[in-house]
């Protein structure tokens, strides 16, 4: 399950934030700012090769959005278009 | 030489620390995760030379017998208020682009001010040579990607920027403690 591949990764990322996360936990209680914010995406985008959206990522509320966001753009990844991403 | 400064202006370099530091942190941090085999290097050298440049802002601080304020506010945290969460290494480098022209602008303008301590004046004229280096190979890639996918993306990026950032650069100079220091050197 993705979901559950996401969750063991923001946990393993961001160890000391959140030992009770789940897919309804907020994005705030996770991060606590845009050096968090773009570490996690960096993380998710290299190992789901992902392009980001930004429209579609400001969006991201909760940890069912990332995976939500994970599931309709990975492999999207395109190599002419390598700073679209981290 | 008399090593005292005002509070409003130990407040302003200790700004100047702080957002090095974030600069330093964030490109650490990406240079770190970064699957871009050819930015890893560039990444990693500019983390390096923004954390000095904290690191010469410490010691100018200390040079000046201070110890640098905690300022949790910085060009950065202002940017992302203003502009959202970066979600590329194409906003990461535009922002970063737009940001260090201000900089060097901004350090221009500060080194013109009468009655500036030396060790002031010495690391501020540091700076302003250091982030040429920034400026540059930002600038290059940023061509690069534009030769590659046509201009539009970066030059409408590039436009969104410039308006944050005047904002932003407005509502930091409207900080009272910045604010007194311009008009105490004025």
Redesign the interface.
């Known amino acids: 399950m993705i979901e559950q591949e996401i969750l063991k990764i923001i946990k393993d990322s961001f160890p000391s934030k959140n030992t009770e996360i789940n897919l309804d936990t907020p994005l705030e209680e996770i991060i606590y ?3 968090d ?3 996690l ?3 998710l ?2 190992k789901y090769k992902l ?4 429209k579609k ?2 969006k991201i509320k909760n940890i069912k959005d990332i995976s939500d966001y994970i599931i309709d753009n990975s492999k999207t990844k395109n190599s ?7 | 030489m008399n090593n005292k400064i005002s509070e409003q202006e130990l407040y302003i370099l200790s700004f100047y620390r702080a957002s090095e530091l ?1 600069g330093g ?2 490109f650490g ?2 240079a770190f ?4 085999d050819e930015l890893r290097i560039p990444l990693t050298r500019h983390a390096a030379e923004e954390v000095e440049h904290g690191w010469l802002w410490t010691k100018a601080i200390m040079d000046l017998g201070l110890v640098p304020l905690k300022v949790t506010e910085t060009y ?2 202002e940017y ?1 208020k203003e502009f ?10 535009c922002l970063t682009q737009v940001l260090e022209k201000r900089v060097v602008q901004h350090f221009a303008e500060h080194l013109k001010k009468p009655n500036l301590h030396p060790v002031i004046a010495k690391t501020l004229h540091d700076m302003v040579e250091d982030e040429t280096y920034h400026l540059d190979w930002i600038k290059k ?1 940023l061509d690069a ?1 534009s030769e ?2 046509g201009h539009e993306e970066v030059d409408l990026l590039m436009k969104r920027l410039h308006e944050v950032d005047e904002i932003v650069y407005n509502r930091i100079m409207e900080n009272q403690k910045i604010k007194g220091y311009i008009k105490q050197h004025d």
């Not at chain 1, 392009?51 to 930004?54: E, L, W």
């Not at chain 1, 002419?80 to 981290?86: A, K, P, Y």
């Not at chain 2, 959202?84 to 480098?93: A, F, N, Y």
């Open positions: 700012d845009s050096m914010f773009i570490e995406i960096a993380i985008s290299s392009d980001t959206d930004p990522l400001n002419d278009q390598r700073l679209n991403s981290f | 974030a942190l964030l941090k990406i995760h970064t699957e871009i950065q945290s992302g959202g969460m970066p979600t590329s290494l194409l906003e990461i480098l890639k990607h590659k996918n």
